[in-house]
């Protein structure tokens, strides 16, 4: 039983297309986020929810919206794709907000064509 | 702001052989440093952490990391790699914001 689960794994789409990522998790946990890891693997937090309020928001385009609907999930919607969104997006979570303890989905792979 | 290096890119070591991958931190307070690794294909998992107190700390798959106030450094050590260690190394801090803040990540490939 998957601990943080992402669908869908692998995303193709063209340019100025509007894509949303989902994220689940069973571990009871607060808070969760989403990270992104550009192709030098580079992994960069793009926005963090606790209790489904908002409380960490990168300088990441408007063009990228999180939804938490409740804590246990936390959905990225995208608009108007880029070629430069090509990436992988990982979603995780964590019982609390500061220790850095995190459990990270396996991944969604998006290619913007 | 507080930052990680890892100095290599890509590491490369025969199977049995002893591992230290190396990482640097900037950060003004006490930090909370991690190692996570990604396998092929899968997210990332917590190796170990370190928060305080002893500076030597076990984590899991047989690795441990020591904590270095005074070199700012706290590397990565197996005494004896298999095959199955081959991932990506990433060190990270928590810094300002409770953000987690990664390194750029050490590629290990095992030689058998």
């Known amino acids: 039983d998957t601990a943080v689960s992402q669908t869908p794994k692998y995303l193709v789409t063209q340019m100025g297309n509007d894509k949303s990522i989902k994220c689940e998790q069973n571990?009871?946990?607060?808070?969760m986020y989403w990270y992104k890891q550009d192709s030098k693997k580079f992994l960069k937090i793009m926005f963090s929810y606790n209790n489904k309020e908002l409380i960490i928001n990168e300088t990441v385009p408007n063009r990228f919206s999180p939804k938490s609907p409740d804590k246990a999930h936390l959905n990225l919607h995208i608009n108007s794709l880029e070629l430069g969104d090509s990436a992988v997006y990982f979603c995780a979570s964590s019982p609390g907000t500061s220790d850095g303890i995190q459990y990270f989905g396996a991944g969604t792979r998006l290619s913007v064509l | 702001a507080q930052s990680v290096t890892q100095p290599d890119i890509h590491i490369t070591v025969s199977e049995g052989a002893s591992l230290e991958l190396r990482c640097n931190y900037s950060?003004?307070?006490?930090?909370?440093l991690f190692w996570y690794v990604q396998s092929p294909g899968q997210g990332l998992q917590l190796l170990l952490k370190?928060?305080?107190?002893?500076?030597l700390v076990q984590g899991i798959k047989g690795f441990e990391a020591e904590f270095k106030r005074s070199q700012s450094s706290f590397n990565l050590r197996k005494p004896s790699v298999h095959w199955s260690d081959a991932a990506e190394y990433f060190c990270a801090v928590v810094g300002g914001a409770q953000k987690l803040v990664f390194g750029q990540g050490t590629r290990l490939t095992i030689n058998p």
């Open positions: 950060y003004g307070a006490t930090p909370y």
């Open positions: 571990l009871g946990h607060d808070t």
């Open positions: 370190y928060f305080s107190g002893d500076t």
